[in-house]
């Protein structure tokens, strides 16, 4: 945990040094398990990131504990059972994101960097969009993810009810001078 926190900030000043960094401390994200018994899903307001309009780097960071879910015995479950958030507070994301052009409302963007869930670390590619909307540039990507890729076990007795493969949503409004093109 520190180093991710020692890590991160690092990274942050490097992003710092070298562009027009923008941030977002109410990032929303969901997952959703779609399971023959039953459909689980959670939500998050409570992720953050940084986003070098300049390099592209960027890092996200989820407090795994944030995920509110419907019924309280799964977020209990879901804390203590899979993803262990007092072993494992945070997934993030560490990588770069290509795609954003200044001149237009709309662009394609690929955000390509390491994941990292439940202490396991894995390369991933996410196709997504960015967009200007209201003020603010909004980086939005809907993905799978694997449970067992990150070693998230599920009981031989919840294959119904828990899907091995989860859709993840992401939204990002960040707030900054990234009208100009520097």
Known sequence: MKRLVLLSFLLFQAMEAGGQVL???TGYV???SD???ED???ENDQASAMFDLGSGDAVFLIPIMGFEFKKSLMQEHFNE???ESEKYPEAYFRGKISGYSPVNTSSKAIAEGEMTIHGVSRKVKIPGTITKQGGKLILEAVFPIVL???NVEIPRLMFQNIAEEVEVTVRFGFKGDWTQDK
Do not use: G, P
């Open 81 to 83: 059972n899979y993803l």
């Open 40 to 42: 689980i899903s959670a």
């Open 148 to 150: 067992k890729d990150y």
């Open 30 to 32: 969901r997952f959703f």
């Open 23 to 25: 941030r977002s401390e």
């Open 35 to 37: 399971a023959l018994i």
